[in-house]
């Protein structure tokens, strides 16, 4: 497994969460990291990349709630998940690839992680 992704589960709306993505080695230190999620019925969405030497972006929709980092001596990426809304519900998940807000330019995925916002 290349990636593996760790750190959904329920949380009430306002609450936080912090999502966890496990690479190789080899992925983490080559390809930029980024974190997608994708709703019931809906497509896969972009949320925030991390360049290799540390270049965030975010998608408007997350942007100053949540915030994407990375441990270079764990080749672990990370979200934190603030201020959480039932419309951030979704499976999400850690892709490495070109550190761009597109699903394409991602090769490599982990198995998603459920995140459920509800009362």
């Known amino acids: 497994v290349q990636l593996q992704a760790s750190g959904g589960g329920l949380v009430q709306p306002g609450g936080s969460l912090r999502l966890s993505c496990v690479a190789s080695r080899h992925l983490f230190n080559n390809y930029g990291m980024g974190w997608f999620r994708q709703a019931p019925g809906k497509e896969r969405e972009f949320v925030a990349a991390?360049?290799?030497?540390?270049?965030?972006i975010y998608s408007d929709t997350v942007k100053s709630r949540f915030y994407i980092s990375r441990d270079n001596a764990k080749s672990t990426v990370y979200l934190q998940m603030n201020r959480l809304k039932p419309e951030d519900s979704a499976v999400y998940y850690c892709?490495?690839?070109?550190?761009?807000?597109?699903?394409?330019?991602?090769?490599?995925w982990g198995q998603g992680t459920l995140v459920t916002v509800s009362s």
């Open positions: 991390i360049a290799a030497l540390g270049g965030t």
């Open positions: 892709a490495a690839g070109d550190r761009s807000s597109r699903v394409d330019g991602y090769r490599y």
